[in-house]
Every structure is written in C-alpha cells, then in structure tokens.
C-alpha cells in the first residue's frame, strides 16, 4: 500500500511489508502457530467439497477469519508434513502448473493491526514475490478469480463489509497494485495492508473488482500510538486497474467521497498527492466549481496549519511550472500518496504557496 500518512509523523507505528519479506516455505508463522499446524495435522482432516463452478470466494466465504485462518494452517501442515499426493498441482491460466508443496507456499497478513488474520498464497516459482494464487473454502483460486463474484447486486462503489471482501481489498491493495500493476523500479512507493477497520469502498463492475478508495473518518484515531484524531474526513488511498483507467473511475471515487460528507465543509486528500491523482482532481473540480473550497490536501489530523486548498495549487502550478503541472499528467490514478527524499521540503513550499493565494483571494 502507499505508505501510510501516520507513518510520515509517527514512523515508528508502521512498517512497510514488502513482497521481499515473504519466504515461501518458511511460511511465516509464529511459535504458537507452528504449535497450532501440528495440531491441526493431528486432527481428521475433514473431505474437500469442489466449489460451485459458478461462485467465487467473495460470494461463498462466511465471516469466519479463524476458521479460514485455522482450514489454513491445516492444509499448511499437511504440505509440511509430505501426507499430500505428491503429484498435487495448480494450473496458472497460462498454462503453466505449479507443484504445490511447502516451498512454494506462504502466509501472508491481511490486516496491519491484526497480524494473526493471515491467508495462505502460492508464488511464481520464477518469481517468488509475485502471489498467483489463494487458498480458500478448501481450494486454490487465481488472484483474478479472488476479484471476482457472480452476485449481480455487486456493481459500482459498495462498503466493505465481509471478511471476504476484506481478502478482496487485500489482493488489489498488496498483491495487484503492490507488485502487478506498479513501476517497481519505483523505490519510493511503499504499500502497506488496510487495518481490520478501514473504512473503504470496492469498485465493482462487470462482475469484477477493479478498484477501490479508502477513506479516514473524521475523529478517528491519526495511529495507534497517538491520541490525535483526523479533524475532517479524508480521501486516503484510491487505486483503478489499468485496463479501466482512463474511463472516469477516479473521478466518479472522488464524486462519491465528496457527495457521502455533504455537510462537511471541509474534506482532506492525504498528502502528498501524486501528480496522477492531481489530474483526477483538476478535471473533477473544473466539472465540479462548487468543490473547489472543500477539497484540501491534508497531512494528519488536518488542522488549518496542516491543509493546502488543492484547487489554489493546481492554479498555481499552472501558471508558474506548466510543463511540470501535475495535471498534465498523461496517467491515470492509480493512487495518491507517494514519498521521496525530498518531498518534505517541495511540499512545505508548496502548501505555503497555496495558503498564501489563498489569504489574498479572500
């Protein structure tokens, strides 16, 4: 995930999970688990039922993260222990089939505040940072048929609320944006997984997840570690798939963020705001001219000492950079917080700048 905006002013509350950190075969458990898997491996294992070919996980997975979580370490263990046909593979839709054994298994954290709530993946043997795979309800599925569901109710922006939906926002978070759908010669955007809590909407449509936005609550706690609390709302992480990009997604995101806080007169993007999300939010504002003093970019909780009117800088930067204004950008949102090494002094600079129009316009 973009690195969290507590960890900008709290970073010892977050650290960054990286695809490097996952060792297949080493599985990531913790004594305790390793106690549970042996366990598990002693206990009858009860008989696998096939899915229905017309369901996807997100439609059949119950409110269950335990008992997904302990079906897992009971499978983990009986790859561990060699009682599985060794002959057990999964086929890639390229054709390809992976041997599924310990090696090529791993347990990944789906939340950032709750390290026990893990799924199992299987990794590319040719490229082990690259999850292809997710066992749930007893079989591997594809991280493509994860992002699926057969429930035509499922279209458009809707909350996330199930543990199944969770494991979704998890696997366009970490797994397709993380590692598919990014530059990774890209050092200085770090990913992160959502908390159990986060408030988010996943964007369904034709039968798929291609997207979602997060939002911080106004009130809600900045970290875990602080008392300070978010002053306004906040549009925190927003992503769209590539194949969907450029068809307005974004802004339809931003327009539904914006349309569920009417009342409040301010709403906060987390900053810094990339140069692809600039875009989303200049043809969002020229379209929309009664947002323009509502939207601001914001570092936590958002007090006015902390906000730069986004539709300001936008002007601003026309005028005086237009080669470089992020709205000329020729992506598309794929997410809005990045960081570099000297974002911190560009960014005072440029929120000042945006202040100090402000002051004089008003």
């Known amino acids: 995930m973009w690195e969290n905006v507590s960890a900008q002013l709290f970073p010892s509350l977050c650290v960054p999970m990286r695809f490097s950190q996952w060792k297949p075969g080493a599985g990531g458990l913790t004594e305790e688990e390793e106690e549970e898997q042996r366990a598990a491996l002693a ?10 070919a017309d369901l996807y996980p997100v439609d059949i ?10 079906a897992a370490l009971a499978y983990y263990a009986s790859l561990r222990a060699g009682v599985r ?45 690259t999850v292809v795979a997710v066992y749930i309800k007893e079989s591997w599925w594809t991280t493509e048929d994860v992002l699926r569901t057969s429930d035509p109710a499922r279209e458009g922006l809707m909350k996330v609320q199930s543990f199944g939906e969770r494991i979704v926002l998890f696997i366009l978070n970490v797994v397709i944006f993380g590692r598919l759908e990014r530059n990774l010669d890209d050092d200085a955007m770090f990913f992160l997984p959502h908390s159990v ?8 449509r034709d039968g798929a997840a291609v997207g979602f936005y997060t939002t911080k609550m106004k009130g809600s706690l900045c970290g875990s570690g602080t008392g300070a609390c978010y002053l306004l709302p906040v549009f925190d992480t927003v992503f769209v798939r590539r194949r969907c990009r450029r068809q307005g997604l974004g802004m339809a995101m931003l327009r539904d963020f ?30 929309r001219p009664e947002e323009r003093g509502r939207l601001w970019e914001v570092e936590p909780p958002g007090a006015w000492g902390q906000r ?20 000329n950008s020729k992506e598309d949102v794929s997410g809005h917080r990045r960081t570099s090494q000297d974002n911190g002094s560009r960014q005072s600079t440029m929120v000042k700048a945006a202040r100090t129009g402000s002051a004089e316009k008003n």
Not at 102 to 110: D, G, R
Not at 197 to 204: F, N, R
């Open 85 to 129: 046909p060794s002959a057990e593979v999964f086929s890639l839709p390229t054709g390809e089939q992976v041997k599924l054994d310990a090696s090529s298994v791993c347990f990944c954290t789906v939340h950032c505040d709750e390290p026990q709530q893990k799924i199992l993946v299987l990794v590319n043997p040719q490229d082990t940072k």
């Open 308 to 327: 730069g009117n986004i539709w300001l800088k936008v002007q601003l930067q026309r005028s005086s950079l237009p080669d470089s204004h992020p709205g």
């Open 258 to 287: 914006c349309e569920a806080f009417r009342d409040e007169e301010a709403l906060g993007l987390s900053c810094p705001v990339s140069p692809a999300m600039y875009q989303v939010c200049r043809k969002f504002l020229l379209a």
């Open 61 to 70: 997975l119950e409110d269950d993260p335990e008992g997904h979580r302990e």
């Open 43 to 52: 206990a009858p294992q009860p008989p696998q039922e096939e899915p229905r």
């Open 197 to 204: 809590k986060e408030q988010a909407k996943i964007l369904w």
